[in-house]
């Protein structure tokens, strides 16, 4: 059974930093693109980041410069350092993967930054 799960959310003000983390088991993790997704209060899903099996990484442009994914594919977990955040960043995280045709979603984790 796939199974993600985000934690690592927390009440930061704005300028603040968290590391969010996404334990992963049920598949081969190295093999796979990871992303990390949010969803803003009375909002849809926004795409934030993703890496690839390779390493490689894009964002989307609002966090480019204060977030970072990584990986640690002996630890199947995945990252999310996001440095200096801003009111709007404010959302749940949620880690996912599509592995062949089904996508896979943790819980989520809350991230409130305050003013």
């Known amino acids: 059974e796939v199974q993600l799960a985000e934690s690592g959310g927390d009440l930061v003000q704005v300028g603040g930093s968290l590391r969010l983390s996404c334990t992963t088991s049920?598949?081969?993790?190295?093999?796979?693109?990871m992303t990390w997704v949010r969803q803003a209060p009375g909002k849809g899903l926004d795409w934030v980041s993703s890496i690839d099996a390779g390493g490689r990484t894009r964002y989307t442009d609002s966090v480019k410069g204060r977030f970072t994914i990584s990986r640690d594919d002996a630890k199947n977990t995945l990252y999310l350092e996001m440095n200096d955040l801003k009111t709007e960043d404010t959302a749940v995280y949620f880690c996912a993967t599509k592995l062949y045709y089904n996508e896979y979603r943790g819980q989520g984790t809350q991230v409130t930054v305050s003013s």
């Open positions: 049920g598949f081969i993790f190295s093999r796979f693109q």
